[in-house]
Structures are given as structure tokens and as C-alpha cells.
């Protein structure tokens, strides 16, 4: 009787033993396949796929084509604008007055380049009611016209005081600002009458790498208030896009990626150091508590 006991005993104690080692391995398994699983997600939500990094992306890039920009609708004049205003006659010192953009003002010109805005000082600007102030000339209202518009209404004025003389009228430069996952965010003027939007996006020293290429927001001023846009940067039909063209005092906001709200990896080598980092952690917390509540 002792003898059939003991062997029950053995009997139960292997049968413990064993149930023991099968819970042990399938928790082991069910700790791996959660990790697995894990990181396998981990990977997919963290890596920063190519075609989020390349512009002007078409079906066929192979294919030629050619984009008329004729069609696109003529900047019109606002306030807060600068223009350079000149007028030219037979007899240079009647208009010279006209003129501030001329020999003697190059020098406060140059020095008003260095701090970003040359034609600040020496310029015209649009006021708030829409006029630009000339000398004898005074207030002409120019807000709402296009640079042709304009030229022919002050060409009218001047034809009043002087025969023969010519107007031109441009813009002082094109200022706009541009934040958020830029290399070089900040407020700049370029001495263009046209700039492209990936000209502007190359003053701020291009996007970095978890800018969010797909929603770009165009803050844009127009005559009668702002208007908000979204562009995408990676499509190429945005050539065929009346906001491919900045205008002035646009201001540029450049989104982040997903990437950035979850911390992870740009590329694959740093999603995977994040994916071997966080097991790590859970390993090492596994057996932590294993060893504390065994």
C-alpha cells in the first residue's frame, strides 16, 4: 500500500512538473509572439516611406510635359504691399524726383538688403485705404488692379504733368514666411517679380525629413481677406495649381508626419534600434516580475 501511495505521489508530482513546463513554454510563446506582433506594427507605423519624401510624383514620369501658365490668374495689388514705381522722360532730372529707386538711394538700398527688406525704405508702399502716395502726383488708388492696371493708371497721371514719359511699375520683391519642419524657418524677400513654391520652400533650406510633404498650408492674403489653403507637394499636378506661384505676404506652414507624434524611427536602421530597445525593455521587465512574484 505504502509502496502504490508513493508511486501515485510520483505520478502526480511529474504530471505537475510537466503541466508546470507546458505553461511555462506557452506563456514564453504567447510573451514572443506578442513581442513579434509589437514590433511588426512598430515597424509598419515608424517608417517613413519614400514616396513621403519625393516631390512632383505623376503615373508616368517618364513622359514629357509641357505646363502653359498664361491661363493663371494676374496678381492683384493689396495692402501692405511694396512697389517699385520709376518714370522715365527725355529729360531725366523732371522725373528724377519720382524716382527713389536711383543712383543716390543704392547706397541705403544695399545697406536695407542686409537686414532683409531693400525696398522698405526707398519703395511705395499700398496703404491701408489702398493708395500709394507720389510726389506732385499724390494719392493714386491702386488695390485690387494687377501691375499693368496699375501702371496704366499712374502712366495716366504722369501724362498730365509730363509728355513723353514712361511708367513701369513692379513689385519691390516678394516677401513671405515659412515655418514649421523647415531647416531654416523664417521671414524672407526675394527680388523676383514671380517665385515658385518650391523656390520658397529652397529659401528656407528645403523640408526636412519628417515634414509632412502631403498638407502643405498656404496662409494667403487677398483684397478682401485671408484665405487658407492646402497643398500637396508630392503631387505634380500642384504645377497646374494657381498656388504654385507665391504671392506676397504668404505665409507657408509645413505639417509634421505621424512619425514625429509617435516618436519613432525615420528610416527602417532607426525603427528597427527602437523595435530591439523597446523588447529589451519588455524582456527585462518580464522577468523582473517573474522573479519578484515567483
Known sequence: MPILQQAKTMVNLNTNNIRFRFLKALR?????SFG?????LFLLSGCVRNRDFVYLQSPDSSARQLYNYSALPRYQ???NDILRITIKSRD??????FNLYSGMNLNMMQANAQSGDPF???????DDSGMVSLPILGKI???????EEARQ???AEVDRFFNGAYVAVHLGGIRFSILGEVN??????VLQDRLTIFEAIAQGGDLNAVANRHQVTIIRQKPDGAEVIHVDLTNRDIIHSPYYFICPNDVIYVQPLKVRELGTGINAQQTLQSIVLTLSFLVNSILIYERLFK
Open 28 to 32: 514564453g510563446v504567447s510573451y514572443l
Open 36 to 40: 513579434v506582433l509589437f514590433g511588426f
Open 77 to 79: 495689388i493689396q495692402f
Open 92 to 97: 531725366p532730372q523732371s522725373t528724377e524726383l
Open 120 to 126: 522698405y525704405m526707398i519703395g511705395y508702399s499700398v
Open 141 to 147: 488708388y491702386v488695390r485690387g488692379k494687377s501691375l
Open 153 to 155: 493708371t499712374i502712366q
Open 184 to 189: 531654416r524657418a523664417g521671414k524672407y524677400t
